[in-house]
C-alpha cells in the first residue's frame, strides 16, 4: 500500500484509480483462493468411483473486479458409454456453462447497461467504472446468451401450460391486458424481398393502478412479453406467462385493449371472460384523420360517449353516402370499417355496466391505454431512431432483456439461472472473514495487538498467498 503515495504529485482523483486498480488486484487474488478451494472440495466430496480425477486446467473468468486467473480439476466419467467424456466440477457447479466464464455481477451490469445504450457505450461504461475491461463484441456475446437463456425459460413455461403444470402463486380477480407490434430495421441480409422490417409483438398485463402521487398512478405487478412468431404461437407465450404468475382459476375477468389489429385479436378470441376495447387514443386518431370538420367529429364522439355504436355507424354511412369527393369517400370509408370490425370494443369496459370484481388492496379502476408507453421504453428507446439495423434473433434476445427490465424481474430472473448453493463450511469461513464484528473494538489508548505467527508461514505459497505475505510486510 505504501508505494501507492510515492509519488510526489498526486491529485484525489489519480489516487481514488490507483487504491480502487489495487483492491480489484486483492479481490482477485481472494476469488481464486476460494474458487480453488471449492475446487477440492468439490473433488473430495465427488463420486470417485464415477469421476476419475485427470488433472487440472487454467481457466479465466471475468468479475467485477477484473480478469481472475485460477486452475480447477478435470474429471473423466465411468460410465458404459464408449466415447470418452469429461467435466469440469467447479464449471457446473458455479453455472459458468450458462452465460459463460462471467460473473453474474457483471452478467448483471451488462444487462442493465446494455437496456439504454449502445454495444459500444455499453463496453466502455463497463471499463470505465469496474475493474473489468470489456469490448463491444464481449458485451454482444453476452447479450445473446442471456436472451437464450431466457428464451429458454420461456419456452420452458410453455410445454408446462399445455400440460397444465403451471400454476402461479399470486391471485387477482381482474387481469388488464394490452397488446401492440411495433416495426425494427433489418439489416441487408435479411430482408425479404422488399421486406426491410420485422415486427416485435408485444403484451403487457397488470393487475389495476396504483397511486404514487398527486396525480400520478403506474401499473401495478406490470409484466411485459414479446415475441416475433405468428400470433398464434405467441398467445401460447403469453399466457404461459400468466399462468407462471397467477392462479388463473381466481381469474374472474380479463380486459384487453388495443388498437383492434388483427393479429391482436388472436390473443383473446379463445377467451369468453374478456372484455375487448379499442383503445381511445387509435378511436379518436382514426376519427380525426377523416378531416371532415368539427361537426363531423363533434357528433361522432358525442354519440359514442352515449354508448351508442349503432347510430354512430348509422351517421358515418350517412355521411358517407352525401360526400362526392374520392378521396373523402375512401377515408370516410376506412373509418367506417374500422369501427364496424371492432365494434363490440368501441365502448370503454367502465361504461358497459359491467359488475366489476373487487380489486387487489390499494388498487384501483382506471381508463387503458398505456401500451404506447411501454412500447416506447421496451422497443422504440432503444431499438429504433438511431438508424440501427438488426438481425431478427440478434433483437428479439435484446429485447427480452428490456422486457424483463420494464418489468421490474430482471435482478431475479438473473438469479434463477447462476443461483449455486454454498457449502455450509465455506459459507460460515467467509462469514467469519467478512463480518465487521469480528473487529476489535476498543476505548482509550486503543488495540496493540496479539503477536502471532505470518498467515501461511508453514503451508505451501502459491502466488496470491505471496502477494498477500507482501502487502501485510508492506512491500
Request: positive net charge; aromatic residues 10%.
Given at each position: 500500500m505504501n508505494n501507492i503515495l510515492h509519488e510526489n504529485e498526486m491529485n484525489f482523483k489519480s489516487l481514488e484509480k490507483k487504491i480502487f486498480k489495487f483492491a480489484c488486484k486483492y479481490a482477485c487474488d481472494m476469488t481464486k483462493e476460494f474458487?480453488?478451494?471449492l475446487d477440492r472440495h468439490l473433488m473430495r466430496t465427488r463420486y470417485k468411483s464415477k469421476?476419475?480425477?485427470?488433472?487440472?486446467r487454467k481457466t479465466c473468468i471475468k468479475t467485477l473486479m477484473g480478469e481472475v486467473e485460477y486452475s480447477r480439476a478435470v474429471y473423466e466419467v465411468l460410465d458404459d458409454n464408449p466415447e470418452r467424456k469429461f467435466v469440469y466440477l467447479l464449471d457446473e457447479y458455479m453455472?459458468?456453462?450458462?452465460i459463460g466464464f462471467i460473473s453474474s455481477n457483471l452478467v448483471e451490469k451488462i444487462a442493465e447497461g446494455i437496456c439504454d445504450t449502445s454495444y459500444a457505450s455499453t463496453a466502455k461504461n463497463i471499463t470505465d467504472l469496474t475493474g473489468q475491461s470489456i469490448s463491444r463484441q464481449g458485451v454482444w456475446n453476452v447479450v445473446q446468451k442471456l436472451g437464450t437463456k431466457i428464451e429458454e425459460q420461456e419456452n420452458g413455461y410453455i410445454e408446462l401450460n399445455k400440460k397444465t403444470k403451471l400454476y402461479g402463486e399470486r391471485g387477482t380477480k381482474v387481469l388488464f391486458e394490452e397488446a401492440d407490434g411495433v416495426f425494427v430495421n433489418m439489416q441487408k441480409r435479411y430482408f425479404k424481398g422488399k421486406e426491410k422490417k420485422r415486427e416485435i409483438k408485444l403484451a403487457i398485463f397488470h393487475e389495476g393502478w396504483q397511486q404514487t402521487g398527486k396525480d400520478r398512478y403506474e401499473l401495478a405487478e406490470k409484466t411485459v412479453v414479446c415475441g416475433m412468431e405468428t400470433s398464434k404461437e405467441f398467445t401460447k407465450r403469453k399466457e404461459a406467462m400468466i399462468a407462471k404468475k397467477y392462479n388463473t382459476d381466481e381469474i374472474e375477468m380479463r380486459v384487453f385493449n388495443s388498437?383492434?389489429?388483427s393479429w391482436i385479436k388472436t390473443l383473446y378470441a379463445y377467451n369468453?371472460?374478456?372484455e375487448a376495447q379499442l383503445d381511445q387514443f387509435h378511436l379518436k386518431k382514426?376519427?380525426?384523420?377523416?378531416?371532415?370538420g368539427k361537426g363531423f367529429e363533434t357528433a361522432v364522439f358525442s354519440l359514442l360517449n352515449d354508448s351508442k355504436k349503432e347510430e354512430t355507424l348509422e351517421y358515418i354511412e350517412a355521411v358517407l353516402n352525401s360526400v362526392d369527393d374520392d378521396k373523402q369517400i375512401e377515408k370516410i370509408s376506412k373509418l367506417y370499417s374500422y369501427l364496424k370490425n371492432n365494434k363490440q370494443g368501441l365502448i370503454p369496459y367502465q361504461k358497459r355496466g359491467l359488475k366489476l370484481p373487487d380489486l387487489n388492496d390499494g388498487l384501483m379502476y382506471r381508463g387503458m391505454g398505456s401500451c404506447e408507453h411501454n412500447v416506447y421504453l421496451t422497443v422504440s428507446k432503444r431499438?429504433?431512431?438511431?438508424?440501427?439495423?438488426?438481425?431478427?434473433?440478434g433483437s428479439l434476445k435484446l429485447c427480452?432483456?428490456?422486457c424483463l427490465k420494464v418489468s421490474k424481474t430482471l435482478k431475479t430472473t438473473l438469479e434463477t439461472i447462476s443461483t449455486f448453493e454454498m457449502p455450509e463450511r465455506m459459507t460460515e469461513e467467509i462469514k467469519s472473514v467478512l463480518s465487521a464484528g469480528k473487529i476489535p473494538q476498543t476505548v482509550g489508548k486503543g488495540y496493540e495487538g496479539r503477536l502471532c505467527a505470518m498467515p501461511y508461514a508453514n503451508a505451501a505459497l502459491t502466488q496470491s498467498r505471496k502477494s498477500l505475505i507482501n502487502w501485510l510486510k508492506g512491500r
Amino acid at each position: 500500500m505504501n508505494n501507492i503515495l510515492h509519488e510526489n504529485e498526486m491529485n484525489f482523483k489519480s489516487l481514488e484509480k490507483k487504491i480502487f486498480k489495487f483492491a480489484c488486484k486483492y479481490a482477485c487474488d481472494m476469488t481464486k483462493e476460494f474458487l480453488q478451494e471449492l475446487d477440492r472440495h468439490l473433488m473430495r466430496t465427488r463420486y470417485k468411483s464415477k469421476l476419475r480425477h485427470k488433472g487440472h486446467r487454467k481457466t479465466c473468468i471475468k468479475t467485477l473486479m477484473g480478469e481472475v486467473e485460477y486452475s480447477r480439476a478435470v474429471y473423466e466419467v465411468l460410465d458404459d458409454n464408449p466415447e470418452r467424456k469429461f467435466v469440469y466440477l467447479l464449471d457446473e457447479y458455479m453455472g459458468f456453462d450458462n452465460i459463460g466464464f462471467i460473473s453474474s455481477n457483471l452478467v448483471e451490469k451488462i444487462a442493465e447497461g446494455i437496456c439504454d445504450t449502445s454495444y459500444a457505450s455499453t463496453a466502455k461504461n463497463i471499463t470505465d467504472l469496474t475493474g473489468q475491461s470489456i469490448s463491444r463484441q464481449g458485451v454482444w456475446n453476452v447479450v445473446q446468451k442471456l436472451g437464450t437463456k431466457i428464451e429458454e425459460q420461456e419456452n420452458g413455461y410453455i410445454e408446462l401450460n399445455k400440460k397444465t403444470k403451471l400454476y402461479g402463486e399470486r391471485g387477482t380477480k381482474v387481469l388488464f391486458e394490452e397488446a401492440d407490434g411495433v416495426f425494427v430495421n433489418m439489416q441487408k441480409r435479411y430482408f425479404k424481398g422488399k421486406e426491410k422490417k420485422r415486427e416485435i409483438k408485444l403484451a403487457i398485463f397488470h393487475e389495476g393502478w396504483q397511486q404514487t402521487g398527486k396525480d400520478r398512478y403506474e401499473l401495478a405487478e406490470k409484466t411485459v412479453v414479446c415475441g416475433m412468431e405468428t400470433s398464434k404461437e405467441f398467445t401460447k407465450r403469453k399466457e404461459a406467462m400468466i399462468a407462471k404468475k397467477y392462479n388463473t382459476d381466481e381469474i374472474e375477468m380479463r380486459v384487453f385493449n388495443s388498437d383492434g389489429g388483427s393479429w391482436i385479436k388472436t390473443l383473446y378470441a379463445y377467451n369468453d371472460s374478456v372484455e375487448a376495447q379499442l383503445d381511445q387514443f387509435h378511436l379518436k386518431k382514426a376519427i380525426k384523420e377523416c378531416r371532415m370538420g368539427k361537426g363531423f367529429e363533434t357528433a361522432v364522439f358525442s354519440l359514442l360517449n352515449d354508448s351508442k355504436k349503432e347510430e354512430t355507424l348509422e351517421y358515418i354511412e350517412a355521411v358517407l353516402n352525401s360526400v362526392d369527393d374520392d378521396k373523402q369517400i375512401e377515408k370516410i370509408s376506412k373509418l367506417y370499417s374500422y369501427l364496424k370490425n371492432n365494434k363490440q370494443g368501441l365502448i370503454p369496459y367502465q361504461k358497459r355496466g359491467l359488475k366489476l370484481p373487487d380489486l387487489n388492496d390499494g388498487l384501483m379502476y382506471r381508463g387503458m391505454g398505456s401500451c404506447e408507453h411501454n412500447v416506447y421504453l421496451t422497443v422504440s428507446k432503444r431499438m429504433k431512431h438511431r438508424s440501427a439495423a438488426w438481425s431478427p434473433e440478434g433483437s428479439l434476445k435484446l429485447c427480452k432483456i428490456i422486457c424483463l427490465k420494464v418489468s421490474k424481474t430482471l435482478k431475479t430472473t438473473l438469479e434463477t439461472i447462476s443461483t449455486f448453493e454454498m457449502p455450509e463450511r465455506m459459507t460460515e469461513e467467509i462469514k467469519s472473514v467478512l463480518s465487521a464484528g469480528k473487529i476489535p473494538q476498543t476505548v482509550g489508548k486503543g488495540y496493540e495487538g496479539r503477536l502471532c505467527a505470518m498467515p501461511y508461514a508453514n503451508a505451501a505459497l502459491t502466488q496470491s498467498r505471496k502477494s498477500l505475505i507482501n502487502w501485510l510486510k508492506g512491500r
